[in-house]
Each structure stands twice: as C-alpha cells, then as structure tokens.
C-alpha cells in the first residue's frame, strides 16, 4: 500500500487486496496521513482484487472519518468490476464518490 | 410419436452456470430445462423421447428420471461430442420410420426455451436472462401446481413465504419454499428459484437468484445471476465469488452429505457395503432361525 500527500489531496495507492489481514493497518495508517488541510482523499481500487467484509468496514470507517471534518471529499478510483460488484450488493456505492480513470 | 431432444455441451460464454452439472438440468422456475421441453414435446403428443447427453448423461438421467411424471417413456443417451440436429437426426431416427412429431420439434436441441427459439439461452448472461424474463408466463404451465400467479405478473409458489411487508413488483418470480423478508423489495424483473432466501430489507431486481441461494439483509442484487456464493454481473459478464456468508451464499448442504438433488428430490440411498451386507445377512440368519426353531 502506497500513501502520498500531494498538497490537500491523500492518496492511497497500489492495495492489492483489503481484508480482514491489513484492514486494520489501513485504516491506522490513513488516519494518521490525514492532517488539517487534507481537503480531497483518493483510494484508488484499479489493483485491488479482492475485498471482504472488513475492507468494506475499512472503507465505511473512512468514510465517517470523512463526514466528520466539514469540507472533505472522499473519492475511490477505478474499482475493478469485482470490487464494482461488490460494492453495489452491500449499496455501499452510493455512499462514496466512484470516479473511473 | 418420437422426438429427440439433444442437450447443450459446454457453452464458454457461460461457465458459472454450468458449475454445478450440465446445461440441461440446470434449474429454470423450479424445474431442470430438459424437463421444461420434455412437458413441451409431451404436452404436443410425444411418447417416445431420447435425450442425448454428451456432458452428466447420469446427472441428466436423473434429472429426468424414466418421464412417467410426463406419461412418455424416456431413453437417455450418451455421446461424446454434442451432435447437431442433421447428425443426430442421421443417426438416431431410421428412415422408414415416419412416426415421430413434425418439424421443428422432432429433433431439438435445448439451446434455447421452448416457444423462444429467437431468445438463445447461452450466447451470454445477458441472453440467458433476456430469455427467461421473456419466457416467465409461459412457465405456469397447467402440470405446475406448486405455483400461483398471485397477482397480475407475480407468480408465488404455494409453500413461499413471503413476508406481508415485502413488496412485489411485476414481473417476478418466487419460486417454491423461497422466502421474502420484511421490508425486502423483489422486481421487477426478478426470478428467485425455489428454496432461495431474501432476508429483510434486502432488494432482488432484473436478476435471477439460484435455488438455495441466501441474500442477506439489506444486501442489493441488481442486474445479476446470484447463485450460491456466486455473483455475476450479466450486463459486463463480470463474476464475484462473495467471500462473506452473511452477504450472499449457498444454503445447500455438502454434496458428500446431501441427501436430496437440488431440487429437493431424495437422492438414493448408497448401497451397504460389505461387511455391513455380511452383517445384515447374519442377523438375518439369525433372525430365521430363531423365529423356526
């Protein structure tokens, strides 16, 4: 997993999966990458293929993360079909921002 | 009068759905396809039906069974490749016998419903849907009694349950011993084969859900072929093997320790093994002799 700060933007890359192994030290680490002036959070899903539950809970708790500091956009990039699925069969889709590139 | 229906080989553009046994028992409204077109032919006066099987010939046999549940007497044949309609037809129909149903129904191939020949069922997922939501109302067929169309274009199996906050949209399909939770929204355009589980809250549109299939609560299956822990995406083809139970999953039991098919028949016993039948044998001896001393 790659974290990057690009001015106000937190990016977090290259997750090949998202499971109850590394969700924890997911949300650990992007937790402790977010600083006051993070306005913009990008997780890009194009080289995650697989997700369970705990990735999904991973991502449900950045997301509230997210709704508590006023002005933050949180966006996941390219989700692979898989993931696309998976997402919409919990209705998690609507919640987050899914920008494909 | 005769006929000869040949069933589907494998057809790559739709492996998951040939998973659990070959394309012609697969479950479609709550019986296999080979039994759908065996009702059809018998229902248009056939007697004498062969079934060709080039793939599960043991798995189409006892999907069928010997058709007395048709009145037709049923001969299941098994080929190495799947024959088209000219070769079987060579092989399997003598020339001087003029005793079997007109064309187009004399020789079959079950590649497509029947009453839909423009509605192919495994060109794609797409198609294989395209083709059963076109061919739901035709599936209440009069030998079916264990499903009711409850409403206009709702169609409910007599041991469903379904729960009276659910709400049903026209077309769909919820097939026998299925279950529909509170506050679940299924349709339109929805098929759930029998014994399938909808928990509350969740909703089931333009899908199909597999026989023994469990949607969890609050879970969204749209546009899809769910079956088992499968899921699969029929617009781009894309599949999904859930990880997690609790969201979607198989209800059927081990086949190591099934006791019934997937459509709820007994399977047979297994025979007594040796020493068990030497046993049995014994006391049954035993039992002779102690009942004439």
């Given amino acids: 997993m790659k974290i990057e700060i690009l001015g106000p933007c937190l990016s977090v890359s290259e997750i090949q999966e998202l499971t109850a192994v590394n969700s924890a030290r997911f949300r650990d680490e992007v937790n402790a990458a977010l600083t006051g002036s993070t306005m913009l959070i990008e997780v890009n899903l194009s080289k995650t293929r697989f997700m369970d539950s705990s990735g999904l809970g991973a991502l449900f708790a950045l997301y509230r993360a997210t709704a508590q500091r006023d002005g933050v956009t949180l966006r996941l990039l390219s989700p692979m079909p898989e993931i696309q699925q998976l997402l919409e069969l919990t209705q998690m889709q609507q919640l987050f921002e899914i920008v494909r590139r | 009068m005769k006929a000869l229906l040949i069933c589907p080989s494998e057809r790559p553009a739709v492996p998951h759905l040939a998973a659990s046994g070959p394309l012609a028992t697969i479950p479609i409204f709550g019986d296999c396809l080979a039994c759908h077109w065996i009702e059809h032919l018998a229902a248009i006066g056939a007697r004498k039906i062969r079934v060709i099987a080039s793939h599960g010939a043991d798995q189409v046999l006892s999907g069928v069974g010997d058709g007395a549940r048709w009145g037709v007497q049923i001969e299941v044949v098994a080929a190495n490749v799947e024959p088209t309609r000219k070769e079987a037809s060579d092989c399997y129909r003598p020339a001087g016998d003029a005793d079997w149903l007109p064309a187009p129904n004399d020789v079959v191939c079950m590649s497509h419903l029947p009453g839909c020949p423009e509605l192919p ?5 797409a198609s294989w849907f395209a083709a059963l939501v076109a061919w739901m109302p035709r599936a209440l067929t009069p030998a079916r009694i264990r499903v009711t169309e409850f409403r206009p274009g709702i169609w409910v199996g007599s041991r469903a349950r379904v729960s009276p906050i659910a709400k049903l949209i026209a077309p769909c399909w919820i097939g026998d011993q299925a279950s529909v939770g509170a506050g679940a929204v299924v349709g339109p355009c929805a098929i759930l084969e029998d014994r399938a589980v909808v928990e509350g809250k969740a909703s089931v549109a333009q899908s199909w859900v597999g026989p023994d299939t469990f949607v969890g609560p609050m879970t969204s299956v749209s546009n899809s072929l769910a079956w088992g822990s499968t899921l699969v995406d029929w617009r781009t083809d894309s599949s999904l ?17 099934a006791t019934t098919d997937r459509f709820g028949r007994t399977l047979a016993k297994p025979e007594i093994s040796g020493s068990q039948s030497g046993l049995v044998t014994a006391l049954r001896a035993r039992m002779g002799r102690e009942s004439n001393p």
Avoid: T
């Fill in chain 2, 241 to 257: 093997h859930v990880p997690d139970p609790f969201l979607l999953s198989s209800l059927s039991k081990s086949p190591y320790a």
């Fill in chain 2, 121 to 125: 069922l495994f060109e794609s997922y």
